[in-house]
């Protein structure tokens, strides 16, 4: 009746919340697991070109985001899909409703140039053609082992080695560390190994400030949590891994600076861990994208 059971590694996260992009309204999630790919793409959001088709969505106003989907909400977080506002047009058409966090569009059809259409709100897997490219997979994985045992058989002296060759960006990331690396206060430093040092960052205090919102609205109702917050952070500054920004800096704007937003989940139920968020976008850039 369904597909035969798997494992896979994941993380469990909790305490997290999603706010709507002012920041406003906030909702709390239950307990999520990490997962290393997601089904779906940024070609699965509709988009407000798409809405022009329609005459009855055209009001609907979709913000343009620059960003990865990193998180699928289930039926499990009913406050995130509770109606406050719907649309509905001629039968068969696509509807919309606004929730506290912003508008959906569901049934949403977006035909391409080959008149083929393609559905932007569902993920749908051909499970026959999964299983005859997962069989092409493992023929061509079995062709290759069969060519690396046929040449180290006939060739020794030329053996096909397993071993994976270092990259470009591994050399690269190897070579700025032993440059950049020192010594100071019992401590090693070593610089942001950055692909392109010439790379320009956005001013992204505007986007911390909305997650600090966030956070402290946090605080307030979960005054434990907060007190573990606390707790954590002045152990991270007693401990040299964290420091105030000095005063000169506070004001620095030169494309060189960062503002990372950053979240509390639980390993346990009484342990508290921050997760500083470097793949947080703004104006389509993330830290991590920067990075090697």
């Given amino acids: 009746m369904g597909s035969s059971p798997y494992t896979m590694e994941t993380m469990e996260i909790n305490g997290l919340e999603i706010l709507d992009l002012d920041g406003v309204h906030a909702v709390e999630l239950p ?8 089904p779906v793409s940024e070609h699965h959001i509709p988009t407000q070109e798409d809405l022009e088709n329609w005459p009855h969505l055209r009001n609907i ?42 508008w959906t569009v569901w049934n949403l059809i977006r035909c391409s140039d080959e008149n083929r259409t393609t559905n932007v709100c569902n993920f749908v897997s051909d499970r026959r053609k999964d299983e005859e490219i997962f069989a092409v ?33 591994d050399r690269k990331f190897e070579h700025d560390v032993r440059e950049s690396i020192t010594f100071q206060d ?37 005054p434990q949590f907060h007190n573990q917050y606390i707790k ?32 509390g989940v639980f390993k346990k139920e009484d342990k508290i861990r921050i997760v500083y968020d470097c793949s947080a976008k703004y104006r389509g850039v993330a830290l991590n994208d920067l990075l090697l």
């Fill in 137 to 169: 997979y493992e023929d061509t994985k079995n062709l290759e082992t069969m060519f690396r045992n046929y040449v180290n058989l006939d060739f020794p002296e030329k053996t096909i080695s397993d071993s994976k060759e270092k990259s470009i960006e």
């Fill in 232 to 263: 954590f952070m002045n152990e991270m500054m007693e401990e040299g891994y964290t420091e105030m920004v000095p005063d000169k800096d506070l004001g620095r704007d030169d494309g060189r600076v960062w503002y990372i937003p950053h979240h």
């Fill in 31 to 38: 307990t999520i697991y990490t997962k290393d790919d997601m």
């Fill in 61 to 102: 106003n979709l913000p343009k985001i620059e960003a990865d989907i990193g998180l699928l909400i289930g039926n499990g977080v009913p406050d995130a899909y509770t109606p406050l506002e719907i649309i509905t047009g001629q039968a068969g058409s696509p509807h919309a409703d606004r929730t506290c966090l912003g």
């Fill in 186 to 222: 019992n401590h090693y430093y070593i610089n942001l190994p950055f692909r392109n040092h010439e790379d320009k960052l956005p001013n992204n205090y505007k986007q911390a400030l909305v997650r600090l919102g966030g956070l402290k609205r946090k605080f307030e109702r979960n």
